[in-house]
């Protein structure tokens, strides 16, 4: 039974990190596309941004709600690390 509950809290761990990591991944695409924005930007320049924005908020989501499922409850430190990603300022 042990070796069993080690495999799972092996496994949320994990669970855990992969979230984390497709967050870092969605934020550094924002954050590639946010260099290139700027007033003025073409349609699909601006829709792309959007698009990551809302991938890179739901990446965020679901870091949430991984950490609750494994019983973090305080976000404290994904608010201060991983800040919910802003639209750009002259929208």
Known sequence: MRRVEDEIRAEKAAALGRAGERLEAALAELQALAERLGPG???QLLEAYRTARA??????????????????????VVDQQFPEPPPPPWL
Request: hydrophobic letters at 35%; aromatic letters at 4%.
């Open 41 to 43: 930007s073409d349609s």
């Open 55 to 76: 991938r890179a908020r739901t990446a965020r989501l679901y870091l949430l709600i991984q950490r609750e499922a494994v019983g973090l409850r305080s976000h404290r």
